[in-house]
DNA sequence: GCCGTTTTCGGCCCGACTGTTTTCAGTCG
């Protein structure tokens, strides 16, 4: 059992409860326990059998005892029990922004709606008017907001795509007769979001491979199965497709599933002017012999190509690039991070202690970080007063004093206030070695309005850092509207970084906006934003935005040594 | 539900916004 698994359990538990009108500080009992289980980075299953699990802070006696029966008989009974009583699809119901339980049982209560269709079309039929307390305005947005939710549904986040691929990886790769087993498609090129999951397996006997791949605890269905391939539904809610070849066909196979079709067309014809033949068996002369390939580099090499990174297969340039240069672009890549500059603790609303942190962020090797606590208005994230920032200030030089490998920058996550201006008076951000500022509260400014008060951040002196420009969060909440070029163009005539968020739910900047940001000469920082040590990982998303935006090296501030870095940093006033 | 300069039960994060009201409930960050 996966603590992902364990942590959905969890959410579910508290989201049914809500829906039942349960007591407010249970439910976030278990919502904490959902986040805090997702947050460890150890396996909950690990923990819980060497008898460490009651030490997690917000798993008390009842909570374990669900986590020992989810890990011992794979159900949580409680769980069941809410999911045969309640009815399926008010859940979903929930997940409308503007919808919570109350509403959602009004809607259950007058209308009997049992999930997002039905809702429509009652919306759409002006019956949801008719129920007390609603209104004509809401029922507009309940039809707006599923044709929002549409849009994105059949998609899952790159992060559970991968959380997914490496569980099945590694219920996979010792299997008898496979050589090897990685994952492929939009998984291995880093794309945001995921449609299926593509998984392709190195293997002489498919059939039995396929046995065993179907007799995974979470398939749930098989949708196809063929000579060298099944396509299955998952519980997780994810369509997987396994795909098998042996050993001479595997990386002519693992070119042409890992895509995108568009640069894999490109190199067909590109093969075709050579006179060759390019599938996903091989690589073929006229005479009908196959060439030898060992490798995806071979195939480039035969088409007179050096290896493109999966993250570069979008058919953007690229071939041409590559042609025309006689090498791939160099890109920015994890081991070029020296430091992560956006980091909370549980001074605000991060789960762990600093010196946690600086564990963690030693053991990665990082030759800094910055503490970037939110700023005093933001209630709900326990922001810091003035006060607390003093003393987390004071309290940081003090750890420094203890390591010479690590270099903590006390810094702020400060607010950008709906008007403008920041969450933080002048003379505190001045003695702070790191200010990232970002908005958080009133997103419903319209597109002149945001891009001002935006643009208030960026020309303050004592801002360093642009946080998650567009505040998306992927699936969940659309990008405010703003005038990201007119905020390119000044944060490069003010001196300002931007941030690449490293978050799987926000990778903001994203790629596009990240590329424009390095037309307008920029630098950008990336960060994971991270609430947990967990999240500390996360890193690699980031880098993977920041290299599907062709960056190098030089373009990300945190590839920067120690020195280098804090001269930047100083320097940031124009 | 968990937690505790705590041992048995009370406290647990708050304030703004919105649409529906006509004084406020529900939702959200």
Redesign the pocket.
């Known amino acids: 059992m996966q603590n992902f698994e364990i942590a959905w359990a969890f959410r579910e538990l508290a989201d049914l409860l809500e829906f039942k009108g349960e ?1 407010f ?2 439910i ?3 919502r904490r ?1 959902a986040k805090v289980i997702a947050g460890l980075n150890e396996p909950v299953e690990l923990l819980y059998r060497q008898g460490e699990l009651n030490k997690v ?8 005892a669900k986590i020992a029966e989810m890990i011992n008989t794979g159900r949580m009974r ?1 769980l069941d029990e809410l999911r045969a009583e309640i009815p399926p699809g008010v859940l979903e119901i929930m997940d ?9 049982s009004l809607l259950y209560e007058h209308l009997k709606v049992a999930g997002l269709d039905d809702l429509e079309k009652m919306a759409r039929e002006a019956r949801v ?1 008719a129920v ?8 507009q947005d309940i039809i707006r907001n599923i044709e929002m939710l549409r849009r994105r549904s059949g998609r899952v986040l790159l992060g559970i795509a991968r959380e997914i691929a490496r569980d099945l990886v590694e219920f996979c790769k010792d299997l008898p007769g496979v050589k090897r087993i990685e994952p492929t498609g939009s998984v291995r090129r880093w794309r945001e979001t995921v449609g299926d999951i593509d998984l392709l397996a190195m293997t002489d006997d498919p059939e039995r491979l396929f046995s065993s791949f179907l007799g995974h605890p979470r398939v749930k269905e098989t949708l196809a199965r063929e000579e060298d391939r099944v396509k299955v539904f998952t519980w997780w809610g994810v369509t997987v497709e396994l795909l098998a070849a042996p050993p001479e066909e595997y990386w002519p196979a693992l070119l042409w599933s890992t895509g995108s079709r568009e640069h894999y067309r490109q190199l067909q014809s590109l093969a075709r002017r050579k006179g060759l033949e390019l599938t996903r068996y091989g690589l073929q002369r006229e005479d009908g012999k196959f060439l030898l390939v060992q490798a995806e580099e071979d195939i480039y090499r035969h088409l007179g190509l050096p290896f493109i990174p999966p993250e570069l297969r979008e058919n953007r340039g690229e071939i041409e690039f590559c042609l025309k240069e006689g090498r791939v672009p160099r890109l920015v890549q994890l081991s070029h991070i020296k430091g992560d500059l956006h980091i909370h603790t549980d001074w605000s609303d991060g789960v762990n202690s600093l010196e946690q942190i600086v564990a963690c962020a030693r053991k990665k090797g990082y030759q800094y970080i910055a503490v970037t606590d939110h700023s005093r208005s933001l ?2 994230a ?1 922001g810091l007063s003035l006060e607390q920032l003093d003393e987390q200030r004071r309290f940081i030089e003090k750890i420094n004093e203890k390591y010479d490998d690590i270099r903590i920058l006390s810094g702020i996550e400060v607010d950008i206030l ?1 008007s403008g201006g920041l969450d933080c008076p002048a003379q505190i951000l001045k003695r702070l070695d790191v200010v990232i500022a970002s908005v ?5 400014l319209d597109r002149r309005a945001m891009t001002e008060r935006i643009l208030s951040a960026v020309k303050d002196e004592h801002v360093n850092i642009i946080g998650h420009l567009t505040g998306r969060l992927l699936g969940q ?1 659309e990008a405010y509207p703003v005038d990201v070029e007119k905020i390119l163009a000044a944060a490069g005539e003010y001196g300002k970084f931007m941030e690449i968020n490293s978050s799987p739910d926000r990778l903001d900047l994203n790629e596009e906006h990240a590329r424009l940001a390095k037309e307008y000469g920029l630098k950008m920082v990336i960060s994971t934003d991270a609430h947990d040590l967990r999240r500390m990982d996360e890193m690699p998303y980031g880098v993977a935005v920041a290299r599907r935006a062709w960056l190098q090296p030089e373009d990300v501030l945190n590839t920067l040594e120690l020195a280098e870095l804090i001269k930047m940093l100083k320097t940031k006033n124009k």
């Open positions: 007591d500080f249970k976030r009992a278990y326990a802070p917000g798993i008390g006696k009842n909570i374990l409680k409308l922004p503007g919808i919570g339980p109350k509403r959602a008017r007390p307390g609603l209104g004509a305005k809401t029922e209630k709900i326990r709906p958080h509260t009133k997103f419903n909440r």
